[in-house]
């Protein structure tokens, strides 16, 4: 789907940091009323995450991991950057890095706007089945050392997205839309 500002109009735009994974842009902007001002906002990669699903579509994989911001292991669906890459060849390379496994399909679920207003990256959600064990070995970077695995039952991921024990948004999104597909 094509996007476009509808009433804003960009007069400049100055970086304000460019990191190896974030970039914070400050742009002169017409806003929709007419009047000018500032818009900040990040640039980053869009993201995914992958529902895989075993061949009944009973249960689904799901990674446990460290996350600095957080604090916390949060429980949650294989995914991350896309690093430029089109958002299935990314689903296909994450679903890989973190599980050890391959998909013989990936199909789109949905896309969402990550953070509107504060950045233009989308969330790629995807369903994948036909799930073999890779031949390659798993990589996976340094945040990802304390990664676990493991398979659960589709209706107690969601419970668990209900509950309050999944709490990211893809993750929870993707879960239902799951669900949904396979009624």
Not at 21 to 41: A, C, I, K, N
Not at 134 to 155: C, Y
């Amino acid at each position: 789907m094509a996007r476009h500002t509808v009433g804003w109009k960009r007069l400049d735009s100055e970086r304000l940091h460019l990191g190896p994974v974030v970039s914070l842009r400050r742009d002169r902007v017409v806003r929709p009323d007419g009047s000018t001002g500032v818009y900040e906002h990040v640039v980053v990669h869009d993201m995914v995450r992958i529902v895989a699903l075993d061949s009944r579509r009973r249960h689904v994989l799901l990674v446990e991991d460290d996350f600095y911001l957080q604090g916390c292991r949060m429980l949650h669906l294989p995914g991350g950057g896309t690093d430029g890459e089109a958002p299935e060849a990314a689903a296909q390379r994450e679903l890989t890095e973190e599980t050890g496994f391959v998909a013989d399909r990936i199909a789109p679920l949905a896309t969402l706007d990550l953070l509107p207003g504060v950045t233009a990256a989308r969330l790629h959600l995807f369903a994948a089945t036909g799930l073999t064990p890779s031949r390659d070995t798993v990589r996976r970077d340094a945040t990802e050392a304390g990664l676990t695995v493991a398979w659960w039952p589709l209706e107690e991921a969601v419970a668990a997205a209900s509950t309050g024990r999944i709490t990211d948004a893809g993750s929870v999104s993707g879960l239902l839309l799951a669900v949904k597909e396979r009624r």
